[in-house]
């Protein structure tokens, strides 16, 4: 008896390895530190020239990039507003030619009871988080559009866009904004070769969480929630930013993707 099953090319991946980025150009904003600086160096590990984007100090980013074989193209920007979006993305065209990947992860975090929230911790948080986030990605998306090449965009996301979390006002607005955002650009670019995705961080051990770590109450509530049994750690994103930024993820769109140790599950 023959056999029933029917084997179709995957024609639209020209690449033998759908994880391989070689010769793509990825920017990465706050690449000088925690998930940024583990996101670009598994980006680069993977083939991508990097446009690391810090506000400050590039820190040992472009060190570690440059080990692997792959160029680092140090931008400084403030993207507390949205002056510096289209000048990142034309030093990116400048230093490589071209732009195929967008990770927008800078981001803060601001604590403080409700009742307390200033003004100031809304205003902060929602300009980097949120704001700045949209117009580098329209930024991006338009380049993409001009290059005729579709692009991939990942957002940084955060349980906080599933949660409602406590004492993090803003910050749960503008990451339930990231979730809802990144849907929505993916409704209006997916046609054009635009894959908007998001990855959703548990709670990893970074700068951005010292402050629950150094609690030991929290410390010790958080730990024992995470069925992982860990902290996550920035190498815990290298897969997955890898395969939203490859071909491997081409017909995946709108989905923010929990790398969490099973919180989410719980
Ligand atoms: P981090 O504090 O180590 O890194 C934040 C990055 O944002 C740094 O590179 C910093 O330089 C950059 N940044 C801050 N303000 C900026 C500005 N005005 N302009 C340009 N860059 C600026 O923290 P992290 O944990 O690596 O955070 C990275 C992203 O991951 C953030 O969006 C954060 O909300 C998100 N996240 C983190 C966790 C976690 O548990 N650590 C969980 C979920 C989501």
Redesign the pocket.
């Known amino acids: 008896m023959g056999s029933d099953i029917v084997t179709i090319p995957a024609i639209h991946r020209s690449a033998a390895n759908p994880f391989d980025l070689g010769g793509k150009v990825a920017i990465v904003?706050?690449?000088?530190?925690?998930?940024?600086?583990?996101m670009a160096l598994a980006l680069a590990q993977a083939g991508c020239d990097i446009v690391g984007?810090?506000?400050?100090d590039a820190?040992d980013t472009p060190a570690r990039v440059e080990a692997t074989g792959r160029r680092f193209a140090d931008v400084r920007?403030?993207?507390?507003s949205t002056a510096p979006v289209e000048d990142i993305v034309r030093a990116a065209v400048e230093a490589f030619g071209r732009i195929d990947v967008l990770v927008?992860?800078?981001?803060?975090?601001r604590r403080q009871d409700a009742l307390e929230f200033t003004e100031d911790d809304w205003d902060a948080v929602m300009?980097?988080?949120l704001k700045?986030l949209f117009f580098l990605a329209q930024a991006a998306a338009r380049q993409f559009v001009k290059q005729q090449s579709g692009g991939k965009i990942i957002n940084?996301?955060?349980?906080?866009s599933f949660q409602g979390g406590i004492r993090v006002a803003s910050?749960t607005a503008?990451?339930s904004g990231v979730l809802g955002l990144t849907r929505l650009l993916a409704n209006e670019w997916a046609a054009q070769r635009i894959n908007v995705n998001a990855i959703?961080?548990?709670?990893?051990?970074?700068?951005?969480?010292a402050a629950?770590r150094e609690d030991a109450q929290r410390n010790d509530e958080i730990l024992s929630r995470i069925p992982a049994g860990r902290?996550?750690a920035?190498d815990d994103l290298a897969g997955p930013v890898v395969f939203l930024a490859s071909s491997a993820s081409d017909y995946i769109h709108g989905h923010t993707l929990a790398v969490d140790g099973g919180w989410l599950a719980r």
Do not use: E, H
Request: proline share 4%.
């Open positions: 904003t706050g690449s000088n530190t925690g998930l940024g600086a583990g984007v810090s506000r400050a820190g920007a403030d993207l507390s927008n992860n800078a981001g803060i975090i300009d980097l988080n700045s940084i996301a955060s349980m906080l910050y503008a990451k959703a961080p548990g709670y990893m051990a970074t700068a951005n969480t629950l902290w996550g920035p």
